[in-house]
T-cell receptor, first 115, second 109 residues
Framework: GAVVSQHPSRVICKSGTSVKIECRSL??????MFWYRQFPKQSLMLMAT?????????EQGVEKDKFLINHASLTLSTLTVTSAHPEDSSFYIC???????????FGPGTRLLVL | QKEVEQNSGPLSVPEGAIASLNCTYSDRGSQSFFWYRQYSGKSPELIMF????GDKEDGRFTAQLNKASQYVSLLIRDSQPSDSATYLC?????????FGTGTSLTVIP
């Protein structure tokens, strides 16, 4: 199957700092990537859809100025959590859409803890 | 009405039994369907996808699609404790992905 990586896998930061998370499709090109957030024992929540070369589409209630998404190449999308606060602590998961199968493949996730 | 609905469970089956997970979808235009498995604390991993009516088998897993009744199911034969996880159903409608909230499965040794 297709492989998607995320970096870092875990990050702890102080309140007010910014954190960048990278999502890479390793063996296929992805014009579309997705960013999700998942709180403990809750469902996946789609935050935004990232399209290479264009602006991301954010879901209702997700602040685009707080969660900056850049999809600069066909294999890399980044999510930057700006001015992070403790309530931003969560499990952030990206996925990449493999076009030929129209299938989402998920990265391993990034666990963010904001102190 | 949600696009994709699943019973949240929990569903418990004894080891060696068949686990049956069900999912319904609301839009008849949905064209592709996926089952993902998510272990606690991990990200989802793809198990199977199905496009056509009928059954699709892969090892111990069988996906079943019934477009007339708008349901998708996943059967896990010879269930093992390592199958204990949350199973997510997803559907594509147009160019939109819709995930169910997941069914928690516990396989009891």
């Amino acid at each position: 199957g297709a492989v998607v990586s995320q970096h870092p896998s875990r990050v702890i930061c102080k309140s007010g700092t910014s954190v960048k998370i990278e999502c890479r499709s390793l063996d296929f090109q992805a014009t579309t990537m997705f960013w999700y957030r998942q709180f403990p024992k809750q469902s996946l929540m789609l935050m935004a859809t990232s399209n290479e070369g264009s602006k991301a589409t954010y879901e209702q209630g997700v602040e685009k100025d707080k969660f900056l998404i850049n999809h600069a190449s066909l294999t890399l999308s980044t999510l930057t959590v700006t001015s992070a606060h403790p309530e931003d602590s969560s499990f952030y998961i990206c996925s990449a859409l493999q076009g030929s199968q129209e299938t989402q493949y998920f990265g391993p996730g990034t666990r963010l803890l904001v102190l | 009405q949600k696009e994709v609905e699943q019973n949240s469970g929990p569903l418990s089956v004894p080891e060696g039994a068949i686990a049956s997970l069900n999912c319904t979808y609301s839009d008849r235009g949905s064209q592709s369907f996926f089952w993902y498995r998510q272990y606690s604390g991990k990200s989802p991993e793809l198990i199977m996808f199905i496009y056509s009516n009928g059954d699709k088998e892969d090892g111990r897993f069988t996906a079943q699609l019934n477009k007339a009744s708008q349901y998708v199911s996943l059967l896990i034969r010879d269930s093992q404790p390592s199958d204990s996880a949350t199973y997510l159903c997803a559907a594509i409608t147009g160019n939109q992905f819709y995930f169910g909230t997941g069914t928690s499965l516990t396989v009891i040794p």
